[in-house]
C-alpha cells in the first residue's frame, strides 16, 4: 500500500524534468483538493490501486467549455421519477421515508433547474442491476432509480425507501453503510458531482473506505439528517441533505444580480 | 459567502442504472449530415476493460457555440456513455468548432469529458482532441502545457467512421488528466 506521503514523492519524481510547465501542473492530490474531497488513491478502497490516475494533473486554464454545461428540460424528468415507491404496480417493501433538500454552489447561488438523478439498493440491500450477486431478495416494485430537476430555491425532493446495507469484497467481512447515489449538474460542466448520502449514526461507517476516504472534518456533509418538520405524520419520516456544488468559475462578463 | 462543498464519492458499480441513458451516446440524432461516431475503450493500470465506467462529454457545435449562445444551431452538446463489457464507449455527434482559449487565441476543437466508474472517488477530466488537425494541435495552449511524450494521449485518431479514443486511467499510456 502506497501512503500518502510515498505517492507525493512519487508524483513530484515523476513530474520532474519532464518538460512541463511547472505552474502548470499540480500533484495529483494536492492539500487544497484534500479539504473536502477524497484522493485518487485511498488503498483501502482496493479499487482506487488500479484506477486512480499516477501521474500529476495539470491545471487547466478556463475556457468556454469550463464556463458553461449541459442544461437538462422536462424531456429529461418524466412526472413521478422522483416517487421511487410508485414506479411499478404494487408499493417496494421497506420504510418509506422522504429525502429532500437544497442544491446550492459554494457561493451560496441555488442551483436552478440542475439534475438531479439517485439510484440505490432496495430495502435488503439488493440493486436493480445484472452484476449485483447478494443474495437478497430482490423487489419486483422497486427499480431504485429516481431523477428530478432542481426548483428556483434549489430544492429537490425524492420519495422512497430506506436502503439496506450490503455486503462486498473490498475486505474481510465488509459492509457498506446504506446509502443513495447522488450525481448532480451545475450551470458549468466542472461543477458536476457524484457523491453518496448516508444516514445518521450509522454503525459501518469505522469499516467502510468509501466513507473514511474522504478528509475526517468532511464526513459529516455527506450524511443526511432526520428532518422531522418534513416528515408526514402515519406516512413517513424524512431526511434532510443538503449538497453544495464548487463555485461558478468567474466569467469575464459575468453580473452578480443573476439570484 | 463560502459554503463548505459537499465531498466526492464513486459512483459506484452500479452507476448505470441512473447514468445509462438509451440516448446518451446520440449527441445527434442517427442520421444527421456530417456525424461522427467516436468510440475507445477505459482501461486500468493492468490493462483491464473498466467495464463499469460512464463518460460524459461536452462541445460546442460545428461554429464553436455552445448551446446557451442565442446564435448556435439547436445542439445538445452533451454526451453520455457507460462501457460494455470490453471497456468500450462511444458518441456520435459532430466534430466541434474552435472556441477561444483563455488568452483569446483561437484553441485546436477539442471536447471535454469526464469519467465516473467504480473505483474513482473523484471523476477524472480530460479532452479529446482531433489527429487529423495537427496544424491546430501543434498552436493549441493547452497541449502545449503537456509534454510531448504524454500529449498524444489527448489526440482521438481517424477510424472508419470517426475517431477513436481510448482512456488508460493508470500506468503506461496514461491519459493526461486535468484539474478543472
Known sequence: ?259 | MTLPRTPSQTAGPYLAIAMRWADGPLVVPEGTPAAIWIRGRVLDGAGVPVDDAVIETWQPDPDGRFPADPDARPFRGFGRSATDAEGGWQIHTLKPGRIADPEGRLAAPYISAALFARGLLRPVWTRIYFGDEAEANAEDSVLALIEAPRRATLVAEPSADGYRFDIRLQGPGETVFFDV
Do not use: C
Open chain 1, 1 to 259: 500500500m502506497l501512503a500518502w506521503g510515498a505517492m507525493m514523492e512519487r508524483t513530484i519524481e515523476d513530474g520532474d524534468g519532464s518538460g512541463t510547465t511547472a505552474e502548470a501542473v499540480e500533484r495529483v492530490d494536492s492539500p487544497p483538493d484534500l479539504e473536502f474531497d477524497p484522493p485518487y488513491l485511498y488503498p483501502d478502497y482496493v479499487s482506487t490501486r488500479l484506477r486512480a490516475p499516477s501521474s500529476p494533473l495539470v491545471l487547466l486554464p478556463n475556457a468556454m467549455s469550463e464556463l458553461t454545461g449541459p442544461v437538462f428540460g422536462r424531456e429529461r424528468v418524466q412526472p413521478g421519477d422522483a416517487d421511487l415507491t410508485n414506479q411499478h404496480p404494487g408499493e417496494p417493501i421497506g420504510e418509506r421515508i422522504i429525502v429532500s433538500g437544497r442544491v446550492l454552489d459554494s457561493d451560496g447561488r441555488p442551483v436552478r433547474d440542475g439534475l438531479v438523478e439517485v439510484w440505490q439498493a432496495n430495502a435488503a440491500g439488493r440493486y436493480h442491476h445484472d452484476v449485483d450477486d447478494h443474495p437478497a431478495p430482490l423487489d419486483p416494485n422497486f427499480t431504485g432509480l429516481g431523477r428530478a430537476l432542481t426548483d428556483h430555491e434549489g430544492r429537490y425532493g425524492f420519495i422512497t425507501v430506506k436502503p439496506g446495507p450490503y455486503p462486498w469484497r473490498n475486505h474481510d467481512n465488509a459492509w457498506r453503510p446504506a446509502h443513495i447515489h447522488f450525481s448532480l449538474f451545475g450551470s458549468q460542466f466542472p461543477q458536476r458531482l457524484a457523491t453518496q448520502m448516508y444516514f445518521p449514526a450509522d454503525p459501518l461507517f469505522y469499516q467502510d473506505p468509501i466513507y473514511n476516504s474522504i478528509p475526517t472534518e468532511a464526513r459529516p456533509r455527506v450524511i443526511a439528517r432526520l428532518d422531522m418538520s418534513s416528515a408526514i405524520p402515519e406516512w413517513a419520516l424524512a431526511y434532510r441533505f443538503d449538497i453544495v456544488l464548487r463555485g461558478r468559475h468567474a466569467t469575464p462578463f459575468e453580473h452578480d444580480d443573476d439570484d
